[in-house]
């Protein structure tokens, strides 16, 4: 599975950004998606994800509220759509996939496959 994600930016606080990740090479529908996000000098760490149909989704505690995580199978695409942005939104974020995750809550070593990664500024 090759994983594509795009969106990233410098926005303001207050603001919102959406991201996207293109999924190739595998049967969409058949992968459990996931966001994460990763900062200077910190560990990767699990935003969002959703099932493989898009009907149950889940969110780290920080995102709830703010992140809306969503997929459409038709288009392969996984979309994080993310408002009332913080300075400590700052992150590199990753899409990611997974064939046999049984829920939708992962951690980063869980998931089989990357995307590159897109930046995230935050500026306050």
């Known amino acids: 599975v090759q994983l594509q994600a795009s969106g990233g930016g410098l926005v303001q606080e207050g603001g919102s950004l959406g991201l996207s990740c293109a999924a190739s090479?595998?049967?969409?529908?058949?992968?459990?998606m996931g966001w994460f996000r990763q900062a200077p000098g910190k560990e990767r760490e699990f935003v969002a994800g959703?099932?493989?149909?898009?009907?149950?989704?889940d969110y780290a505690d920080f995102a709830k509220g703010r992140f809306t995580i969503f997929r459409d199978n038709a288009r392969n695409t996984v979309y994080l759509q993310m408002h009332s942005l913080r300075p400590e939104d700052t992150a590199v974020y990753y899409c990611?996939?997974?064939?046999?995750?049984?829920?939708?809550?992962?951690?980063?070593?869980?998931?089989?496959?990357w995307g590159q990664g897109t930046l995230v500024t935050v500026s306050s």
């Open positions: 990611a996939a997974d064939r046999f995750l049984r829920g939708t809550r992962s951690s980063p070593s869980e998931n089989e496959y």
């Open positions: 959703v099932s493989r149909g898009g009907g149950s989704t």
């Open positions: 090479g595998r049967t969409f529908s058949n992968l459990v």
